[in-house]
Each structure stands twice: as C-alpha cells, then as structure tokens.
C-alpha cells in the first residue's frame, strides 16, 4: 500500500523545486526580454543600445553569480554565446551613436555603478568603441579632408571644448534627448552636428513600418474582400496617420499612459505596443444595408 503522506510530500517537494527553477529561468532571461523588447519598439534608439546590452550582461552576471543560483557555474558559457551573439548583430553605426549620446558623458551617470558591480566608462574610454566610432566616420566622409574634420570636431566633442564646456551646456547633456542637445548646441562642430542628428534619428528595427501590414491584413480581410487596393491603402494611410495624430494629445505625452505603445519600460499597459494594431473597427465592417419597406402608393 502506497504511503499517502510520503507521496504528499514528495509531490510538494518537486513542484517547489520546479517554481524555484522557473522563477531562476525567468530572472535570467527577463533582461534579455526587456533589450529585445526595447528594440523593437518605435522612435529613435540607436544612442541607448550599445548601453543596453552592457546593463543586460550585468543584470545576468547579477542574478547568475548569486550563491542560491544552480545555475552559476554556467555564466562565463552564457556569457560568452551573449558576446557572440551581440558581436555578429553590432557594427560600427551602434558605436558612433552611443558615442554621440551626450548623457553618457555625464560624471553623475558615470559615477553610479553598473549592473554586475562593474564601473560604467564614458564612450571615449572604450577601445571597441572608438575603432566603431573611427570606421563609421570614415564611412561617412565623402573624403580624406572631411574625414579628418569630422575627428577633430569630434574630439572637440569629447573633450568638451569651447561651448560644449560650458557648465550649462553639460548640464542638459544629462537630462535633455539626445536629439535636442544637438540641435540647441551642435552648432560649433557643423559638420558632426549634422552627422549626429541622422545617426541618433534612426531607429534599431524596421518593426514600425512592417505593423502596417498587419494594420493592412484588418482592413482587407476576408469579409472585406471586394475592397480593391487602391481603397485598402487609403484606408491604412489613414490608420497609420490617425496613430500618429494621437501621439500630439496631452494624454500621450503626460499622465498615466504617456508614450504607452512606444516605452517598452511601461508596465502600466503590458503588451502596449500590439493592443492599436489589434483593434477591429466596427465601422470598417461590412455590414448590409438595411432595405426600407415598399411604400405604400394611395390611389385616388
């Protein structure tokens, strides 16, 4: 006869150690998912990836290093197919944006320290970096004459000469986007400004423009296959324009939902980003017309 109280807490004992590994599980890869998720999203993003990867290795080293992890004998592997990883998807445009991002340059940001305990370096301090930095501008250049400007502007940049060492002028490098700062002081180094504000505009995937399809695969379905093309794009053009008329309302730029399908960080509306696209119009249904009863014609 099978012992019901043994069997109990064996019964116990492995669904404790399965959720004590699926929460480990999750720790780990919850990093992972917020870089991706980061990427995908809209807007320019190009500054903060280079910054993203290495607080996503930090937050791993962290949640792996821990003496109650079982896993921790098997970070320097993970570690290692992460660098892989990262080092087919990185090229030299990641390193000239993460160069251009004036907040990283902050003695305040530089002085808190990193995820996995490490001390954060500025941009400059980064061999890697720099060689990216060094092969991007060369690529930019037209020629021999404006590659070598754009290295002395840009080491105006980062030695913070001229108006970029006003104290004000720093002080905004920490708080205001990226973008702005360049365009309200970029104005001493012309030809980097320039070259700044394009790198820094790009976003890290082509996601944004790949939703109209799915934007697309609502409006002409099945139900509405009589639509020709012309009419269907009409109508996501549309769509897609009326998304982005509302990112001008006060309540997409403050409040509780601010910027709620392009902050990936905002665990206000999980899923955020997908809750527009999936969204049925009823009005776009085609629905029947409703047929008015004959009148009745008086005879006289």
């Given amino acids: 006869m099978v ?18 590994e699926f929460k480990v599980i999750l720790d780990i890869t919850k990093p992972l998912y917020m870089v ?7 807007g320019p993003k190009a500054g903060d990836i280079y910054e993203k ?27 290692t197919i992460i660098i892989e990883r990262w080092g087919k998807m990185n090229w030299s445009f990641h390193c000239l944006a ?4 004036p ?11 990193a995820p996995g305990g490490g001390q954060r370096k500025a941009p400059n301090e980064d061999t890697e970096v720099i060689q990216g930095v060094m092969d991007a501008l060369n690529r930019i250049a037209e020629d021999e004459n404006e590659f070598a400007l754009l290295r002395e502007e840009f080491n105006t940049f ?9 104290a004000a002028v720093q002080a905004d490098a920490a708080t205001m986007n990226a973008i702005d700062w360049w365009f309200n002081y ?18 890290l995937s082509s996601s944004s423009a790949e939703r109209n399809w799915s934007t697309y ?7 509405r296959n009589p639509l020709n093309a012309k009419t269907a794009d009409k109508l996501v053009y549309i769509h897609a324009n009326e998304r982005l008329k509302r990112r001008f309302s006060e309540g997409y730029n403050s409040g509780p939902h601010y910027k709620w399908d392009v902050d990936p960080d905002n665990s206000l509306l999980e899923d955020s980003s997908l809750k527009l696209e999936q969204l049925r119009w009823a009005s776009l249904e085609d629905e029947p017309a409703e047929v008015e009863p004959p009148r009745k014609v008086r005879r006289t």
């Fill in 158 to 166: 980062i030695m913070k000469k001229g108006l970029f060492a006003i």
């Fill in 53 to 79: 990867m290495d607080n996503m290795l930090g937050q791993i080293k962290e949640v792996m290093t821990k003496e109650d992890n079982s896993h921790r004998n098997d970070w320097n592997e993970v570690e």
């Fill in 186 to 203: 970029g104005s001493q180094t012309p030809h980097l400004n320039e070259a700044a504000k394009k790198v820094l505009s790009q976003p």
């Fill in 36 to 42: 991706i998720k980061f990427s995908d999203g809209e």
């Fill in 3 to 20: 012992d019901t109280y043994q069997t109990t807490n064996v019964t116990v004992k492995f669904f404790r150690i399965f959720w004590d």
């Fill in 217 to 223: 695969s609502f409006i002409h379905s099945v139900k």
């Fill in 98 to 101: 993460f160069a251009l991002s």
């Fill in 103 to 113: 907040k990283y340059y902050d003695q305040a940001y530089l002085a808190t320290p």
